[in-house]
Structure formats: C-alpha cells, structure tokens
C-alpha cells in the first residue's frame, strides 16, 4: 500500500486545492483596524463558491478510524468548506481531473488546526476529515442545500489504489 506524510498547512501547499482561515485564531488574517483593539473586525476571511446557492452549514461527526484513504468524492458545480471544531483534523485532497478514476498519484494530505475552516475548490478529490485524537471529531460542513445529493460523485477506493496516511 502507498502511503503519503501528513503535511503543515501553508498557503503555498494548500493553493491548488483551495483556501483556508483560522476563524478561532485570526491574527494572521487582515483587519479593518488594529487587531489589538477592543473589537476587532477580521472581515472576508474566506470564500465559498457555492454556485448562487445559500449554503447550508452542518456538522459531520467522525469517529475515530484508522488512517487510510477508502473513500473518495467530489462535487462538480460547487465549493466545500470544512472546519475542524474541537480538535486538529488531517484532510487529503487530490487536484481536479477530467477522469472519475481515483487519482491515487495526486493525494496529498493536511493537518487543519481547530478552528481553521478549509475551502475545496470545485472538483478537488477529498471525503471526511479524520481525527487525531482518540475520541470523535465533529467539523462543520458548508455546502448548498442538498448538494450532498444532487452534486457529488462519491466512490469506493480500490484496494490496490488505498493510501495509507503517516501522522
């Protein structure tokens, strides 16, 4: 089985699939003034194409499970955000194709700290965030209303295509 390292998340490696924020830690991010301020405003932290949809925010509640990729998806029309709440989550991606073949050559995977919110563009290989703690993960999911029926292609993983994830 192929296995891939969990990589720091920078903007340099996370470009091609996207973008993130730490909504729980923004410092990093610009402000409308001083961020040291009583109120201090982080405006337009991240954006989401939905596709003209309203978006729809839930929780996906992961137990912990061993770290291999079995599961793969993507949405053709739309955008996914997702952000880690109670604990640091490792995200795999895998850059838009034009095949519905599992690019298993292409998979690179992520640690997202708490609070950091994802964007995947749309087409970018992905499926659920896995925990790294011993204990459920719950992330918040931001999609179209129903987009998790009428946009996504979601397939089992060959066994000789899995990748085994190193933390």
């Given at each position: ?78 955008s996914e955000a997702a952000m ?84």
């Amino acid at each position: 089985m192929k296995s891939i390292k969990v990589q720091k998340l920078t903007r340099e490696n996370f470009h091609k699939f996207g973008s993130f924020a730490n909504f729980i830690d923004p410092l990093s991010e610009p402000a409308t003034g001083p961020k040291d301020a009583v109120l201090a405003f982080f405006r337009d932290m991240l954006q989401v194409d939905l596709g003209g949809a309203v978006p729809s925010f839930s929780t996906c509640r992961i137990m912990p499970r061993p770290m291999v990729i079995t599961d793969a998806e993507y949405h053709n029309f739309t955008s996914e955000a997702a952000m880690p709440l109670d604990q640091d989550a490792i995200f795999w991606c895998a850059p838009a194709n034009a095949s519905q073949e599992f690019p298993a050559d292409d998979v690179e995977a992520f640690l997202v700290p708490k609070g950091t919110m994802i964007m995947l563009r749309p087409g970018v290989w992905h499926h659920a965030g896995i925990a790294t703690e011993d204990k459920p993960l719950n992330v918040m999911i931001v999609l179209p209303e129903r987009a998790y029926l009428n946009d996504i292609y979601c397939i089992p993983v060959k066994e000789e295509l899995q990748i085994a994830i190193e933390f």
